[in-house]
């Protein structure tokens, strides 16, 4: 199906929360997607694509795209939009330097953690997602000034939490806490945390994220298998950098198509 | 402990105290089911229980998906309501969570057994309202990004005077996003398992839903289950025996599947063989719905379009 670039376009305006840098990287990449199509109508591959296919190490014949899984609702984006919650996050760090300090590093481990389970993308966003609006909530702000060790706590309890939601394999309580921290939780602590989350969160844990623009954007565009995979990878690079606060960083495209630009902190993660 | 409902520390009385419990009516995913009345308002309600063992592993995946996704989808007519979550103990102190739904009557379970035990068929345009209902409820939750994975007619609620259906017991669905992922194996009841899970495919979709869809509406027409296989290959061997033996012709990409082997070679069958007293039109409704290769299978949407529903009154549904 033809890409209608005028209502992709304007569709992408509405997309405002995304972060600078990734709607520069879709620039990037929009101009990598039409030499791979042009590299599959010559029915030709270069050294370079294949090396970069191997060293995806995704059997694309794995991956089945319908038809009609490309295409939901016609009003998915404002559907997304509109569920979207204001994140307000940034105030409060802003006041609450302790708090602030304790965030990045629960968020440090997330996506430590994250990286060695091998847990997906969405994991890693959602958990913390659930951590700033624990966060946010009335009654922590006050709790975590005493209490360092409970906003690590949270992260735990935020990152089972995640994984129970979104992979297959869940590690237990005790596992979960592989890298370094300074506190270890028993089972106990984290399994009460999590009720607590869950509570204060209204027990809404499948919120709209920034992968689920990707996700549209994707289906949007129409790519599939290997061209889906590499376009969504990169993208979950980028949030990963983002959500990981580092700044001024240059990505380098493996196939040296497409360089991207310096990155800047971004003080709203999501 | 009692859940509190306001950050400003207003508590509310806690399950125990909140509702009567009036029988048990059920055993659902990860815990029991009872009916009960709620003191302050009168109202009957499903109470659903689960224990968390604090020595254990905390909320149950199944639990968690099944809260988040109702929070998600609740404002559908046709997918049950979940009205609170309250926090309480059992009489040895442990922790408990109920799930406060709606009370529906019946399931369609026990609604065509009724039916089986009379002998008598179940009206032509009953059936075409109950498919119209849950086709609008699955479409609902696809639009939504959810697939259920355990449809079947125990997990659709019935009310017996209104006639209303609910899609209910998501404590298998799960949120979909592309690109699909690895999905675990063994989820669907077996008789109503799609056959590229039976082939073993993870990455599966929304065409699942459709085809347990699909068993339940024949299911209606012949009160008896449509493929009741007792072990995953006579399931498959029970389908194949009516819709053919899949090839890469009709299916590409078949005998590529994890669990793909050599099976009897059958031809397929007219469906009417199989689901005698269904009309053309429901016959090309069900025949889309039991498409093998799962890119071509209709749509909840699409169904809800099939001439099929032409002459239903959907002005109250």
Redesign the interface.
């Known amino acids: 199906m033809p890409l209608d670039h005028h209502l992709f376009l304007e569709e992408i305006k509405m997309a405002h929360r995304y972060p600078k840098p990734l709607l520069d990287t879709l620039y990037c990449l929009k101009d990598h997607i039409h030499w791979e199509e042009e590299q599959v109508e010559d029915d030709e591959y270069s050294s370079s694509t294949t090396t970069t296919i191997t060293n995806t190490n995704t059997d694309t014949?794995?991956?089945?795209?319908?038809?009609?899984?490309?295409f939901?609702?016609r009003e998915?984006l404002s559907s997304l939009l509109a569920k979207e919650h204001q994140n307000q996050l940034s105030n409060t760090l802003q006041k609450n330097l302790v708090l602030a300090s304790s965030r990045q590093e629960a968020v440090e481990w997330i996506l430590k953690v994250n990286a060695h389970y091998s847990f997906?993308t969405?994991t890693a966003v959602l958990a913390v997602n659930y951590l700033d609006r624990f966060l946010f909530?009335?009654?922590f702000q006050n709790d975590s000034n005493n209490n360092p060790w409970l906003t690590q706590l949270a992260a735990v309890?935020c990152l089972?939490?995640a994984a129970?939601?979104?992979e297959?394999h869940?590690p237990?309580?005790v596992d979960l806490q592989v890298e370094e921290s300074k506190y270890l939780f028993e089972?106990?602590a984290?399994?009460?945390m999590?009720?607590l989350v869950?509570?204060a969160l209204?027990?809404?844990?499948?919120p709209v994220t920034p992968?689920?623009f990707l996700?549209y954007i994707?289906?949007k565009l129409g790519l599939k298998g290997y061209l889906?995979?590499e376009f969504?990878r990169r993208c979950e690079t980028v949030l990963l950098s983002v959500f990981a606060g580092e700044g001024g960083r240059m990505l380098q495209a493996d196939d040296g198509g497409c360089v991207w630009v310096p990155m800047r902190r971004e003080n709203d993660p999501s | 402990m009692e859940m509190e409902k306001t950050g400003a520390g207003v508590a509310v009385l806690s399950a125990k105290e909140a509702f009567e419990k009036l029988e048990k009516v059920g055993e659902g995913t990860y815990g029991k089911v009872y009916r009960a009345r709620e003191k302050a308002t009168g109202k009957i309600v499903a109470l659903k229980k689960t224990r968390l063992h604090e020595d254990q592993e905390g909320v149950p995946p199944t639990t968690l998906r099944e809260v988040s996704i109702l929070r998600m989808l609740s404002r559908d007519p046709h997918v049950v309501r979940l009205m609170d979550v309250k926090q309480g103990q059992n009489k040895e102190g442990k922790t408990v969570l109920y799930l406060v739904f709606e009370y529906m009557d019946t399931d369609l379970k026990k609604f065509i057994r009724s039916f089986r035990q009379t002998g008598q068929s179940i009206p032509p345009q009953t059936i075409k309202s109950l498919m119209y209902q849950l086709c609008k409820g699955i479409a609902f939750c696809h639009g939504h990004g959810i697939l259920h994975r355990d449809l079947k007619p125990h997990n659709l609620l019935m009310d017996r005077k209104t006639m209303m259906l609910k899609i209910a017991d998501l404590g298998l669905a799960r949120a979909f996003t592309v690109p699909i992922k690895k999905y675990t194996h063994e989820i669907l009841t077996l008789w109503y398992r799609a056959p590229e899970v039976l082939l073993g495919a993870t990455h599966y979709s929304m065409a699942v839903d459709i085809w347990s869809v699909g068993c339940i509406f024949a299911e209606l027409v012949t009160k008896q289950a449509l493929f009741a296989g007792d072990s995953e290959l006579q399931q498959l061997l029970h389908i194949f025996r009516l819709l053919g033996t899949p090839n890469e012709e009709v299916w590409p990409g078949v005998s590529k599947l994890k669990d793909w082997h050599e099976y009897p070679q059958w031809n397929p069958k007219s469906l009417s063989t199989a689901v005698p007293g269904l009309d053309e039109l429901g016959l090309d409704l069900l025949s889309q719905m039991l498409e093998y290769e799962p890119s071509k299978r209709i749509s909840a949407k699409k169904a809800m379009e099939h001439a099929y529903f032409n002459d239903l009154d959907k002005g109250h549904l």
């Open positions: 014949s794995s991956v089945v795209f319908l038809e009609h899984d490309l939901w609702d998915e997906s969405l909530s009335f009654r309890a089972s939490l129970k939601v979104e297959t869940v237990l309580f089972a106990k984290v399994n009460r999590e009720i869950l509570s209204g027990w809404q844990m499948n992968l689920s996700d994707t289906r889906c995979l969504l």
